[in-house]
């Protein structure tokens, strides 16, 4: 089993940034891919960045050349930085790690606030 700890959420000001982390442990040579979603009041679950075990990257439209998700070797950490943040991107923000032949695993999550 593989168990998921997000860090480095909090509040930031519009034009902030902030430096999400999250750390993996348990079998995580299993793991694919890891990434980051968001979930604001009021709405769905969103993927925001991916990045697989390779380091091929993807990203939602929104966050394009502002996030950039990273990982080490290990897939041990995976990490998002978020650049010139906006009142739209708050929300949870949710690590996954994603498994080939079974369900993924979930993170608990951890609150991002941009408000001035």
């Known amino acids: 089993q593989v168990q998921l700890v997000e860090s480095g959420g909090g509040l930031v000001q519009p034009g902030g940034s902030l430096r999400l982390s999250c750390a993996a442990s348990g079998s995580i040579s299993d793991i694919i891919s890891l990434g980051w979603h968001r979930q604001a009041p009021g709405k769905q679950r969103e993927l925001v960045a991916g990045i697989s075990r390779g380091g091929s990257t993807s990203y939602a439209t929104s966050v394009k050349g502002r996030f950039t998700i990273s990982k080490d070797d290990a897939m041990n950490m995976v990490y998002l930085q978020m650049n010139s943040l906006e009142p739209e991107d708050s929300g949870v923000y949710y690590c996954?790690?994603?498994?080939?032949?079974?369900?993924?695993?979930w993170g608990q999550g951890t609150q991002v606030t941009v408000s001035s």
């Open positions: 996954n790690a994603a498994f080939f032949g079974r369900s993924s695993v």
